[in-house]
C-alpha cells in the first residue's frame, strides 16, 4: 500500500470494506472534540494522542481545536503504516485495557481471531449500519426541506418516497440519544470507582439497544 493510501482512505472516511472509519462531526454547528466520537474500543494511546493533540491545537474537554482527530482516525493510520506488526499491537492494547474500562471489545479488535469475523450484536457490530441509516435519514430531511423551500413538490417526492418524514423524524431522535450516550460513556470511563467496569458496560448495552431499533425501523421505512 502506498504511503498516502490511508490518508485517502481518511479523507473519504471508508476503509477497504467500505465501512466508515471514524465517527465524523455530523453537526458543524455544534462541533465536538475527536476523543469523544471513539468509534468503540480504540487503543489507550490512541486515546491518548487524540487528547494531547487536542490540547496542544487550543482545545477543551468540551471543544474542538484546531486539529482534533478521533482515536479510530489514529489507529488506521498507524495500523497502515505499521502493518500486520502494528495492526496485532493495537488489538493485544484494546484486549488488555477491555477489562478495565468495560468497552465493549468486539471480535475483530480481537488478536489473530479478529480477522476471522466481525460482530452484529454490540454497539461496535451495529455503529456503520447505524450511522450509514442516520445518513440516509438527514438526506431525506434535506430533500423535504430544500423542496418545501424552494416551493418544489413534497408531495411528489413523498410518494416515492412514503416513509421519508418518518425516517427522517426517527433518525434525529436516535442520533441524538447516540451522542447523549456517548457523553455519558466518556465521563463512566473517567471515573475510577468500582462500578465503573459495569456502568460502562451498560451504556454500550443502551447504545446497542437504540441503534439495533433504528436499524430495524430504518429498513421498515425504506421498503415501504
Do not use: C
Request: proline share 6%; no cysteine; net charge neutral.
Amino acid at each position: 500500500m502506498a504511503v498516502m493510501d490511508p490518508f485517502v482512505a481518511l479523507a473519504q472516511n471508508k476503509d477497504w470494506t467500505g465501512n466508515p472509519i471514524f465517527i465524523e462531526n455530523r453537526n458543524s454547528l455544534d462541533p465536538k472534540p475527536g476523543l469523544h466520537r471513539s468509534k468503540d474500543s480504540a487503543t489507550p494511546w490512541a486515546k491518548g494522542f487524540a487528547e494531547a493533540i487536542n490540547a496542544v491545537t487550543g482545545g477543551t474537554e468540551y471543544t474542538p481545536g484546531g486539529w482534533s482527530p478521533t482515536p479510530d482516525q489514529i489507529d488506521y493510520v498507524i495500523g497502515q503504516l505499521a502493518g500486520g506488526l502494528g495492526r496485532e499491537a493495537g488489538k493485544v492494547a484494546s484486549t488488555a485495557a477491555a477489562p478495565f474500562t468495560g468497552e465493549e471489545l468486539p471480535p475483530y479488535k480481537i488478536p489473530l481471531v479478529g480477522r476471522l469475523y466481525g460482530s452484529t450484536a454490540g454497539h461496535s457490530g451495529q455503529s456503520a449500519k447505524f450511522y450509514e441509516n442516520v445518513t440516509k435519514a438527514n438526506e431525506a430531511e434535506n430533500e423535504i426541506k430544500g423542496r418545501a423551500t424552494d416551493g418544489l413538490s413534497v408531495a411528489e417526492y413523498l410518494r416515492d418516497n412514503p416513509g421519508a418524514i418518518e425516517l427522517a423524524a426517527r433518525g434525529n431522535v436516535a442520533e441524538r440519544q447516540v451522542a447523549a450516550l456517548r457523553k455519558i460513556r466518556h465521563e463512566a470511563v473517567k471515573e475510577d470507582g468500582p462500578d465503573k467496569v459495569a456502568k460502562v458496560r451498560e451504556v454500550n448495552e443502551r447504545m446497542a439497544a437504540v441503534m439495533r431499533g433504528f436499524n430495524r425501523e430504518s429498513e421498515r421505512m425504506q421498503n415501504q
